[in-house]
């Protein structure tokens, strides 16, 4: 059995792992005290990744930093990631698969495009594509404030990152949602 993981000299957890388990990442460390090759996957996951922001797309702040980290290391580990974010102004879709559909929300029947793209063998990109909500200035408002419609906006986001799956006839293990527009 693995031996607990443990808090390195450095501050970072560190996963011990027996030397028989066999990895699936090969990458070098990835922070302090952690080291990609040392983390073993037993059984690969289906993680359904939904953020308002990720890089190099969409950023803002930190969120789109970790949203990126967390899905390149998670493919890296070799399980099947999907990263799911709205389609803001000045995102390309070039080369990307388009698949629309339309939502109920209350009374309202919400069109909504989403362009899928692999990124790496293991990570696939789908932007949420509903321009009315999405093609704007800036990604949560200007420099006057927040856009009224926001709740509105990442409540049409959300509905439409939980209905992928199901329009692709996918079922994640996990699905981790970041931040306030998502969760």
Partial sequence: PAAPDTLSSGGQWAA????????????TATAPGISMA?????EALSVLMVTPAAH????????AEVSASLTDALGTLGHAVTLVLP??????VDGAERLQTRLRMGDRLQPVAYHERRLSDRVTLVLVDVPEFFDREG???????DYADNALRYAVFSRAAIEYPRLRELRPSVIHAHDWQSG
Avoid: C, E, H, M
């Fill in 16 to 27: 011990r792992r027996p030397a028989t388990q066999k990895s699936a990442a090969t990458s």
């Fill in 38 to 42: 040392s983390i073993a996957v037993a």
């Fill in 56 to 63: 190099p797309f969409a950023k803002t702040g930190g969120l």
């Fill in 87 to 92: 389609r803001y102004r000045g995102v390309a």
């Fill in 139 to 145: 990604l949560y408002g200007t420099s006057d404030g």
